[in-house]
């Protein structure tokens, strides 16, 4: 089994981030690499954002390996079982965790429980193909984008019946700093949720969401420029709610994660070095582009004026200038052809009434 860097994020039943032994579709016979450095760097890849695949000689990640294999080999059988985050999460959940095998949501939930408890580098049951750990760790940032931590690269390695593995942090986040980042962001997100109209349908409460983060957050047009640390926040729900300067990524990363707490589906989809969301309305799909509606994109001119000129679209309005990444990036893209909670149909009525 290839060990491989791959590209590498909240909501919720686990029961175990490292076990022993446990027999699954992923099982093989433990052989031990650690004896010989060469050899593991053999088996060591470094792939990124989810693409190819290279040799990788690192000896920090080869000691840090080693160091936590052989704490784990002296363990107990029991103490490996680690069962501590059932309170935390008595149900994980999300639309791409449920498009998974059985076998594949375990893994899936192990990886989440960790990173969502702050942790980087720990063991899972089982060694899924490459591809199959590459798509479930796509899925989980699918799913999770309040996980905005996260770099887009990891480190794996086939201990036989189990894997380490190992994430990154972005520049700028480390292991002392990310539980405070995390509780600024769980702030502010409650303020927001917080100042909701309690009597708001699920329209109201996306366009009062998409409103707030067009008012609030301003497009980064220097984000090349910036320091690497402040750079990468710009891209993740961080960057927009709590900096309020962030890329298109960065809104739309927020604009999900803050329809998640709202129960209402949406999701990221990237097309053309863009990202915007896709939402769901009365059981259809609609598109939203929070970045394109910001009116300090657009050029400054209006500064206190919101655009909704994508607020709730179909497909045919959206492709005359956006355009869409395959499936094999998105995952997922939504037929958008219904108009009923377009933004001019729903001001007419609201004038009307």
Request: net charge negative; aromatic share 14%; proline share 2%.
């Amino acid at each position: 089994m290839k060990k491989k860097f791959i590209a590498a994020v909240l909501a919720l039943t686990y029961a175990c981030i490292c076990t022993g032994c446990g027999e699954n579709d992923y099982s093989h016979s433990k052989r031990d690499l650690f004896s010989n450095k060469d050899g593991l760097y053999d088996k060591m890849r470094r792939m990124d954002n989810f693409g190819k695949a290279d040799e990788t000689h690192d000896e920090d990640v080869f000691e840090q390996f080693q160091k936590f294999d052989e704490a784990e080999r002296k363990k107990s059988a029991e103490e490996r079982v680690i069962v501590a985050y059932e309170e935390q999460f008595p149900e994980i959940t999300g639309y791409w965790r449920s498009t998974l095998s059985d076998d594949e949501k375990k893994t899936y939930d192990r990886i989440y429980a960790a990173l969502a408890t702050y942790h980087m580098t720990f063991k899972i049951d089982g060694v899924p193909e490459d591809d199959v750990l590459k798509k479930i760790v796509k899925c989980i940032k699918r799913d999770h984008t309040e996980i905005f931590w996260l770099a887009t690269k990891y480190l794996y390695l086939d201990r036989g019946y189990y894997m380490l593995i190992s994430f990154e942090h972005y520049n700028g986040i480390n292991d002392e700093n990310i539980e405070k980042l995390m509780n600024d962001f769980d702030a502010e997100v409650d303020k927001i949720l917080d100042s909701v109209p309690e009597d708001a349908d699920d329209y109201e409460k996306a366009l009062f969401i998409h409103d707030y983060l067009v008012n609030s957050a301003s497009y980064e047009i220097r984000y090349e420029t910036l320091p690497n640390a402040r750079k990468e926040l710009v891209y993740n729900a961080y960057g927009c709610i709590v900096n309020h300067k962030c890329v298109c990524q960065g809104y739309a990363e927020a604009f999900k994660y803050l329809m998640d707490r709202l129960g209402i589906e949406a999701g990221v989809t990237t097309g053309g070095n863009h990202a915007w969301n896709y939402i769901k309305l009365g059981g259809e799909y609609y598109w939203i582009d929070c970045t394109w509606d910001d009116p300090v994109y657009e050029g400054g001119s209006d500064s206190g004026k919101v655009s909704h000129k994508y607020f709730c679209i179909t497909s045919e309005k959206l492709l005359k200038d956006h355009t869409l990444d395959d499936e094999k990036e998105n995952l997922f893209i939504p037929e958008c052809t219904a108009d009923e909670y377009s933004y001019s149909n729903q001001h007419k009525k609201k004038e009307n009434k």
